[in-house]
């Protein structure tokens, strides 16, 4: 109809002010003789609809004479020249037909106008509509008429007017996500029970299905559709891999993570909590990675370059203060992990207690490391040392993984560092503008500042921190 009405309106136009002839007419738009006679008698088309049965007692008007003038029509009402006037008003907005000036001086002091065009002309349909309905109303044209117009209802027509005049030319503010898979809680609900194995549960399976964890987690009071728990694990990088990338933890997983919730939970001032691992081998070289490209821009990276050297950071997170402590290392060691605790104990003497947490590689759990905690703790010197190991299988826990992946996407992805110097000096400046920050603004640090990294520095069973993305790009590194 839309579409009839503009169409309409030309051919009028062509006929009776250009004084173009009706056969030039038909000739060229293919309408036949007798549809043409009709666009000069009425003014719009008529909407489909049954026929109105000829009255017989009434006798046959007679068809417009084939001439350049009509009959004068009879005086319309001023309703009827208002509806005319809008219909044609709308349409020719649209067609721009109506030049800025000429439209602003039709809706008057519109301070918005350049943005509610730019939306008319380019913006999505509920951003023309918007547009239209602001533009009519200013003009003064009735709401039943745009309604008829734009095909939407009153109720719609009134929203858009209530936005504009809140929130002016953009519409109201995006409203809070109501979906479960961009829930919080029920995100921290799938991973915690990811985390764990089905065993735990009842369920004689050694991996989860959707099915499981779906009923599982609807026991627990969140019922999750596998539809969301797939689209869930899905935005986090999750996919369906063999044997390499262990989802779920052995049957120590529930003691040991209780251990560390009960002494984080109870953690006194004069305690210290810390979570310790290495980050590399990776080899210094020009690295690949996201970064914002020109149009048509692709940036290369050589698949075979010469590798001018390799770095190993040993790191401990304090997870009472966020202040990173690392090094460099040349190996991974139980040499390298004494040298971290007495790092920890020179730097923390006023301490009471301290808590090393790490994962269950060899070197962490080695006789030699832990007979020089025995030989620290037997001595009176502050502070005493006691380790507080992740479960086997559970490096996603360890929150240094998340400082490490927040400091690959900053600095080591896309870098390209001449020496092995160069490169250290980037890893240090990271650690001490984090460090910094973190002193100045505690109750602020977190994904709010460093959105770098994966998850914000506090322990959590849901807790996905190390990214096998990152991991795998470290070990096409070296090779």
């Given at each position: 109809?839309?579409?009839?009405?503009?169409?309409?309106?030309?051919?009028?136009?062509?006929?009776?002010?250009?004084?173009?002839?009706?056969?030039?007419?038909?000739?060229?738009?293919?309408?036949?003789?007798?549809?043409?006679?009709?666009?000069?008698?009425?003014?719009?088309?008529?909407?489909?609809?049954?026929?109105?049965?000829?009255?017989?007692?009434?006798?046959?008007?007679?068809?417009?004479?084939?001439?350049?003038?009509?009959?004068?029509?009879?005086?319309?009402?001023?309703?009827?020249?208002?509806?005319?006037?809008?219909?044609?008003?709308?349409?020719?907005?649209?067609?721009?037909?109506?030049?800025?000036?000429?439209?602003?001086?039709?809706?008057?002091?519109?301070?918005?106008?350049?943005?509610?065009?730019?939306?008319?002309?380019?913006?999505?349909?509920?951003?023309?509509?918007?547009?239209?309905?602001?533009?009519?109303?200013?003009?003064?044209?009735?709401?039943?008429?745009?309604?008829?117009?734009?095909?939407?209802?009153?109720?719609?027509?009134?929203?858009?007017?209530?936005?504009?005049?809140?929130?002016?030319?953009?519409?109201?503010?995006?409203?809070?996500?109501?979906?479960?898979?961009d829930d919080h809680a029920t995100k921290n609900a799938v991973f915690k029970l990811l985390h764990e194995p089905p065993s735990n549960y009842g369920i004689n399976r050694t991996t989860w299905t959707m099915s499981h964890l779906s009923r599982i987690l609807r026991e627990?009071?969140?019922?999750?559709?596998?539809?969301?728990?797939?689209?869930?694990?899905?935005?986090?990088?999750?996919?369906?891999?063999?044997?390499?990338?262990?989802?779920?933890?052995?049957?120590?997983?529930?003691?040991?993570?209780?251990?560390?919730?009960?002494?984080?939970?109870?953690?006194?001032?004069?305690?210290?909590?810390?979570?310790?691992?290495?980050?590399?081998?990776?080899?210094?070289?020009t690295k690949p990675g996201l970064a914002l490209a020109a149009p048509g821009e692709q940036r290369v990276v050589s698949q075979w370059q010469k590798s001018?050297?390799?770095?190993?950071?040993?790191?401990?997170?304090?997870?009472?203060?966020?202040?990173?402590?690392?090094?460099?290392?040349?190996?991974?060691?139980?040499?390298?992990?004494?040298?971290?605790?007495?790092?920890?104990?020179?730097?923390?003497?006023?301490?009471?207690?301290?808590?090393?947490?790490?994962?269950?590689?060899?070197?962490?759990?080695?006789?030699?490391?832990?007979?020089?905690?025995?030989?620290?703790?037997?001595?009176?010197?502050?502070?005493?040392?006691?380790?507080?190991?992740?479960?086997?299988?559970?490096?996603?826990?360890?929150?240094?993984?998340?400082?490490?992946?927040?400091?690959?996407?900053?600095?080591?992805?896309?870098?390209?560092?001449?020496?092995?110097?160069?490169?250290?000096?980037?890893?240090?400046?990271?650690?001490?503008?984090?460090?910094?920050?973190?002193?100045?603004?505690?109750?602020?640090?977190?994904?709010?500042?460093?959105?770098?990294?994966?998850?914000?520095?506090?322990?959590?069973?849901?807790?996905?921190?190390?990214?096998?993305?990152?991991?795998?790009?470290?070990?096409?590194?070296?090779?």
């Amino acid at each position: 109809m839309y579409r009839d009405r503009i169409l309409w309106r030309k051919i009028r136009n062509r006929i009776l002010i250009d004084g173009v002839p009706i056969r030039q007419v038909v000739h060229a738009t293919g309408i036949s003789r007798k549809t043409v006679r009709k666009m000069l008698a009425n003014h719009f088309p008529k909407p489909y609809g049954p026929r109105a049965l000829r009255d017989p007692q009434r006798p046959h008007t007679t068809a417009i004479r084939e001439s350049h003038s009509i009959s004068v029509a009879p005086k319309r009402s001023k309703r009827d020249q208002a509806k005319e006037t809008a219909f044609e008003w709308m349409p020719a907005v649209l067609q721009r037909e109506i030049d800025i000036s000429a439209l602003r001086h039709d809706v008057g002091d519109l301070c918005q106008l350049d943005e509610l065009t730019r939306q008319l002309y380019e913006g999505r349909l509920s951003d023309r509509n918007r547009s239209m309905v602001i533009l009519a109303s200013r003009r003064g044209v009735r709401k039943s008429l745009v309604c008829r117009f734009l095909g939407i209802d009153r109720k719609t027509v009134r929203k858009y007017l209530n936005k504009f005049e809140h929130a002016g030319a953009s519409g109201a503010p995006q409203t809070k996500s109501n979906r479960k898979f961009d829930d919080h809680a029920t995100k921290n609900a799938v991973f915690k029970l990811l985390h764990e194995p089905p065993s735990n549960y009842g369920i004689n399976r050694t991996t989860w299905t959707m099915s499981h964890l779906s009923r599982i987690l609807r026991e627990t009071n969140h019922p999750v559709s596998p539809g969301v728990i797939r689209k869930i694990t899905k935005t986090a990088g999750y996919r369906w891999r063999k044997a390499r990338i262990m989802l779920t933890c052995n049957a120590a997983f529930s003691e040991k993570l209780n251990r560390i919730r009960s002494i984080l939970s109870a953690l006194q001032p004069d305690e210290a909590f810390f979570s310790i691992d290495e980050f590399g081998p990776f080899a210094i070289k020009t690295k690949p990675g996201l970064a914002l490209a020109a149009p048509g821009e692709q940036r290369v990276v050589s698949q075979w370059q010469k590798s001018r050297g390799s770095l190993i950071v040993t790191a401990a997170l304090d997870l009472s203060e966020n202040q990173v402590h690392h090094f460099f290392s040349t190996k991974k060691n139980t040499v390298e992990m004494i040298r971290m605790m007495r790092l920890l104990i020179d730097r923390y003497r006023d301490r009471r207690k301290i808590y090393l947490s790490w994962d269950a590689a060899s070197w962490h759990i080695s006789r030699e490391l832990y007979k020089c905690i025995d030989q620290q703790n037997a001595t009176a010197e502050k502070p005493a040392v006691e380790v507080a190991p992740l479960p086997s299988g559970a490096q996603f826990l360890n929150v240094i993984e998340s400082v490490f992946s927040g400091m690959a996407r900053a600095i080591i992805h896309n870098s390209d560092y001449k020496t092995i110097d160069d490169a250290k000096s980037a890893i240090n400046r990271y650690f001490a503008e984090r460090n910094d920050h973190f002193q100045k603004y505690p109750r602020k640090a977190g994904k709010k500042i460093w959105r770098k990294e994966r998850e914000p520095a506090a322990f959590s069973a849901a807790n996905n921190c190390k990214d096998p993305r990152y991991a795998f790009s470290l070990k096409r590194g070296r090779e």
